[in-house]
């Protein structure tokens, strides 16, 4: 973008070029503010130290100050905890190690506005390396209405639907024994109608195709039922992994709170730094705080106060918790002593079965989720997640 033109004009004299290489350094740089005044992405530079060095209008929009407020200060400030407390550490090590955790590469992360709210966005990093120092440029983007989000939240649910089928599934396992039973039964009585016509005095092999025919297609319809109950049952096999849970719950809750600062809720993110990793799938678990994080929002949604906080930390040696926790209304009487069992809500477009799909997840996983009533008012659910290698 720089003109360097004038540096390489031969025929000049000095102060001439002097003065026409300080103009094309001052028109390039009028052109590199009216891009970032432009961009519609919040551009953040920070310095080795994560001090700020440039604060795009964009950005004063996204996060609610304006640069002059922020100039100078650590970016840190624009982080929910445990980033919060983290990130300084985290440049440190990059700077020390080159390890790259998230420079070159995008991430959804969650940020803090000047008024406490957070909210999720698309974090892509660069390094721009000077003279005798490096800077970092942070393009963020609010993904709070972004297609990726809405792509990633719909891949989410799909599962969570999968999932709810394989719940269904156990659920029905009965039903569909009861069915499978009909068509067999069918098929043996008309087996045995056949024997009878065939046997006898006066044998009736004018009816005997019919009623044969009759007993092949009562033979399909057991195969289709059973044909459909694999189909059903597809994909059902999970995948552990290794996974830092913050992360998880991090980008789980991201998404599961795509219009959350339009609701007028305020969202508290309060991630425990230093947890163990923990072997877990990751879809699933997901799948899990998205369900506990979606029924808060539209428990708060009409409350006066409307607060959710999203927290992990690890009660022992051998556990890891989660907990989302809201200042709603609190449980229903009629349900609260059945929340687990599928098919009970209370809501009117509600199935009544993401809690006890939550459950059986994270019962799979060696864990327990809880929901009971707070002291102040609404309602905290809580899971526990085993450390790999620790018996409780
Ligand atoms: P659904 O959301 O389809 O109703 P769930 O199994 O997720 O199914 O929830 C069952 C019921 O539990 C809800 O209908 C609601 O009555 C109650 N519930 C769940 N979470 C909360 C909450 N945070 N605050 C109040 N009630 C809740």
Redesign the pocket.
Known sequence: MANTGALDSPGKSKGGDLAETAQALRDSEAQLRSIIETVPDALIVIDEQGLIQSFSPAAERLFGYVAAEVQGCNVNMLMPSPYREQHDGNLARYLGSGERRIIGIGRIVVGQRADGSTFPMELAVGEVKLKDRRLFTGFLRDITERQTAHERLQELQSELLRTSRLSAMGQMASALAHELNQPLTAVINYVQACRRMMGGDAPQFDRLQEVMDKAVAQASRAGQIIQRMRQFIQKGETEHQLEDINKVVEEASALALVGARESGILVRMELSAGLPPLTLDRIQIQQVVL??V???T??LAGCKRRELAIRTGQPSDAAVMVE?A?T?????EG?KNQ??QPF????PK???????I?RSIIEAHGGRLQ?GANPDG??T?RFSLPIPGRAE
Do not use: C, Q, W
Request: aromatic content about 6%; glycine content about 22%; proline content about 3%.
């Open positions: 369900n506990l979606r029924n808060a539209e428990a989302v809201d709603g209304p609190g449980l229903n349900v929340l687990f009970v809500t209370t809501k509600g199935m009544g079965l993401g809690l006890s939550s929901g609404g309602v659910f």
